[in-house]
């Protein structure tokens, strides 16, 4: 898998310029269904084989990141699109705007082969309105032929040892960002308190000036180089980085992690509901998810998919094994309302700061 496979994850590419989503007309299509991806996060043929195994179409458009496709869906009102990926807090805003239908179970037989906590996620008991489809985890990704002491706290990045002042990069996007220092400070990566918001922005500001960068695209690639020693990382994308380099190891620290969770939606405007939901179902064919764990190198909630995996694959990215009652006790981030924008400000004050 090349690199150019992998820069597709869920509001987790903020570098790039949030622009397109001026571009608000809905896609024309002649196909049965249009589908919005991130580049890369299914199979190249599944559209064929969607329609190999069910007649109908499919058309695949690519966006770039949860902010550009919720402008689109936001300008259209959803029409012209069927069904969506998009991360948990962006389907919780699009229920909430009243833009996604109801999943309809009886039409999707195999969510039976997604584990139980997969219908029990916070955003979304019961998957009322959204299907999960990949989860994972944030932590610290390491060059441990490099750095003498394995990290074991998210402290280990934000006041780090004269070693690797310089030699460290943190997650641009904001969740991410402001999370680090909410574990940190034991808080909830959910957090709106403005106190303890204001902690979190001082710890973060101090932190900055021991960066190499923020980076949210191209951190594996400074670990393999030895630019960097130790950066945050989303757990798939430390497994860039571990399959050019196997010294590269994935730790979460002890004040635990974020949940992120990647989901389909269905579009209220849809006119094809029926085949959206076929279209969910062939998803989650086991075979099919198998292929998303092995190719993006991120956890699926397929229990069938996940036990298919080959033993030397698991055995390259640990990670991958992680059970699946410990990955969600971790705390699964949610929309935060109005306390988004507080979110956005508090970052750019970091950023900004000398």
């Known amino acids: 898998m090349t690199a150019s496979t992998r820069l597709r994850h869920p509001l987790k590419i903020s570098s790039i310029a949030l622009g397109l989503a001026l571009a608000l007309s809905a896609p024309a299509s002649a196909a049965d269904l249009v589908i919005s991806n991130w580049d890369g996060y299914m199979a190249p043929d599944a559209m064929a084989a969607f329609k190999a195994a069910t007649g109908v179409s499919g058309e695949v458009v690519v966006h770039a990141t949860n902010e550009e496709i919720m402008g689109k869906l936001v300008a259209s009102g959803g029409k012209g699109y069927d069904?969506?990926?998009v991360s948990s807090p962006f389907a919780e805003v699009l229920n909430k705007l009243g833009?996604?239908?109801t999943i309809d179970h009886a039409k999707i037989p195999n969510l039976a082969n997604l584990y139980p906590e997969a219908a029990k996620l916070p955003h979304d008991a019961g998957n009322n309105f959204s299907v999960p489809y990949t989860w994972g985890t944030t932590g610290l990704c390491y060059r441990s032929d490099l750095v003498k002491t394995e990290?074991?706290?998210w402290n280990d990045l934000l006041?780090?040892?004269d070693a690797l002042k310089g030699k460290t990069t943190m997650l641009a996007t904001d969740r991410w960002l402001l999370a680090a220092?909410?574990?940190?400070?034991g808080y909830s990566v959910n957090e709106t308190d403005p106190a303890k918001?204001?902690?979190v922005k001082d710890l973060l500001i101090s932190a900055k000036k021991t960066l190499l960068a923020y980076d949210d695209t191209t951190f594996y690639s400074k670990l393999v180089s030895g630019e960097a020693l130790m950066v945050q990382a989303w757990d798939g994308w430390c497994n860039y980085g571990i399959a050019e380099k196997p010294e590269i190891k994935y730790v979460i620290p002890k004040e635990g992690s974020d949940l992120w969770v990647d989901t389909m939606?269905?579009?209220k405007a849809s006119a094809n509901k029926d085949a959206a939901f076929q279209f969910i179902n062939f998803m989650l064919d086991a075979k099919n998810h198998?292929?998303?764990?092995?190719n993006i190198d991120y956890k699926v909630p397929n229990k069938p998919a996940m036990e298919s995996l080959p033993a030397d694959f698991l055995a390259k990215f640990p990670n991958m094994g992680m059970p699946v009652a410990e990955l969600v006790k971790f705390e699964q981030l949610r929309d935060v309302g109005d306390a988004q924008r507080d979110y956005s400000k508090i970052v750019s004050e970091i950023k900004a700061a000398q």
């Open 159 to 161: 006041a780090p040892s």
């Open 181 to 185: 220092g909410q574990l940190a400070k």
């Open 197 to 199: 918001l204001a902690e």
């Open 83 to 85: 069904v969506v990926f």
């Open 290 to 294: 198998a292929w998303a764990a092995q």
């Open 265 to 267: 939606v269905v579009m």
């Open 151 to 153: 990290p074991t706290s």
């Open 99 to 101: 833009l996604i239908e």
